[in-house]
């Protein structure tokens, strides 16, 4: 079985981060655990690259602002056949949720552009 160990913004369940996973010996409480684990490295800026991550995480939901206190960790199954399969449409969901924030920042409308508008 193919899961999804994500963190989210706790009103709007926005995806912080999420890894698909297919390991049996890895319980549910240990991969939400290390997820845990590399957000807070991340929020502190050590190991970035080496866990996929593009700079240092903000502390907070960059799409609604919730605030990483309030953030939440949940186990998810994949409908798919493969690893293979599952990647795939992991990374299509990525690419729907980025193409969807960029047009939030292009129009203002995220926490990020509102918070960079208020801040210059």
């Known amino acids: 079985m193919i899961k999804l160990v994500q963190c989210l913004c706790s009103e709007q369940r926005h995806c912080i ?11 549910d409480k240990e991969a939400i655990e290390g997820l845990h684990e590399a957000i807070l490295m991340a929020l502190d800026g050590e190991g970035v ?5 593009p700079k240092k995480l903000n502390p907070w ?3 609604c602002g ?16 493969t690893m293979r399969e599952a990647e795939r449409l ?3 969901g990525e690419i729907e949720q980025s193409s969807g924030r960029a047009v939030l920042d292009a129009l203002g409308l995220s926490y990020d552009a509102w918070k960079k508008k208020h801040t210059n």
């Open 17 to 27: 981060a999420a890894l698909g996973y297919n390991n049996d010996d890895l319980s």
């Open 90 to 92: 992991l990374k299509r």
């Open 61 to 63: 939901c960059g799409i």
């Open 66 to 81: 919730a605030r990483q206190s309030s953030w939440r960790y949940e186990i998810g199954i994949v409908k798919a056949g």
């Open 49 to 53: 690259e080496q866990l996929g991550f």
